[in-house]
């Protein structure tokens, strides 16, 4: 199979075909149409076999998780998704390869209405690489310097799952196959938050993607708002297999050290709190309050008694056999 048989096979003719793409896959560059009154937003993400993910990586989790990665960031500024390109390097046209890898990125550009426009394919050592456009209203772009002192914190769905799912597959955690299958799940095929972003475009001070681990991401918002926070270390929200397991693990050490999970972390000011119940059903996840932001910079973890939270494990090996 030549290089064009390949792209009119697995992905000109795939996914849904939006109105606003004027010319699509097959000329020398996509021409969109954005609506007007919006700003366009771009985000572009690579993954690398052996750096993002095993090279036997099952396919169809490879092109679920390298659109997911860019809708998050896409989510993390409060836009709508429309319309991506993706770039290939593969060491060879596999087409069980391709197929599977087609159908977990067009099941997830089909959820969220996004069209492939275009991409670069070419031979080299496996790597995928996708840029994603979205459009929002002019100027409510959900920015990361936006924190102010007295901002509520708050965080989307749970943390700590594909870090749990991690440990598992590097044998320093044994969970039961039910409690596998479901965290292995979310690092696998992340839903980003892209509903929860939208709803919180005219509502948010800040917002953040958790790709790094909460600490390090939040500690992104801090610097760029030039603030500092208190979170509390119980309030933390965690699966019930992560409670299950989090005696042992340290408690939320690691949802708090580890990322891959894909939520949103977010501020707001306190007297739009009511709003937030609002538009809560919009969502689609839950809207956990962890914390708040301080004038005093720094990140300081505290537990519910007030005394300083310390962690009790500090990376993957020490809890090995827990
Ligand atoms: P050019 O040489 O003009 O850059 P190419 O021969 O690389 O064009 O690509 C031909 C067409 O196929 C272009 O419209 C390009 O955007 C599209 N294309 C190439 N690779 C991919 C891909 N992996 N996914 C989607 N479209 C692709
Ligand atoms: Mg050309």
Request: glycine share 10%.
């Amino acid at each position: 199979m030549n290089e064009f048989e390949l792209i009119r096979t697995y992905f000109a003719c795939q996914g849904l075909a939006r109105e606003d793409v004027i010319v699509s896959i097959g000329d020398d560059a996509a021409v969109v149409a954005p609506p007007p009154g919006m700003q366009q937003v771009l985000t572009t993400d690579m993954l690398v076999a052996g750096s993002h993910f095993f090279a036997d990586a099952d396919p169809r989790s490879i092109g679920h998780k390298a659109l997911a990665v860019n809708l998050s960031d896409i989510a993390a500024m409060g836009a709508t998704p429309a319309w991506f390109t993706l770039d290939l390097s593969l060491p060879s046209a596999d087409p069980e390869w391709l197929r599977a890898f087609a159908s977990g990125l067009f099941e997830l550009a089909n959820q969220y209405r996004t069209q492939l426009v275009g991409g670069d394919t070419v031979r080299g050592p496996l790597a995928v690489a996708i840029q994603l456009c979205g459009v929002m209203p002019a100027g409510e772009a959900l920015l990361r310097s936006g924190a102010r002192p007295g901002d509520r914190i708050y965080v989307t769905g749970t943390l700590g799952d594909a870090a749990l799912a991690l440990s598992h597959r590097r044998g320093t955690l044994d969970l039961t196959e039910p409690e596998r299958l479901q965290v292995m799940q979310r690092l696998d095929y992340p839903q980003p938050r892209v509903a929860a972003g939208e709803a919180l475009r005219a509502l948010a001070s800040s917002c953040i993607d958790v790709s790094d681990g909460l600490y390090a991401d939040l500690g992104h918002v801090l610097a760029a708002s030039k603030v500092g926070a208190q979170l509390v270390s119980e309030k933390i929200p965690l699966s019930s297999v992560y409670r299950r397991y989090s005696d042992r693990i340290g408690g939320a050490e690691l949802a708090l050290s580890n990322g891959d999970d894909y939520e949103l972390c977010f501020t707001l000011p306190p007297a739009r709190a009511s709003e937030m119940q609002r538009i809560l059903p919009r969502c689609e996840c839950d809207l956990t309050y962890i914390g708040d932001i301080e004038a005093q910079p720094g990140l300081r973890i505290v537990d519910a008694s007030g005394g300083i939270y310390e962690p009790k494990v500090q990376g993957y090996d020490h809890f090995a056999g827990g």
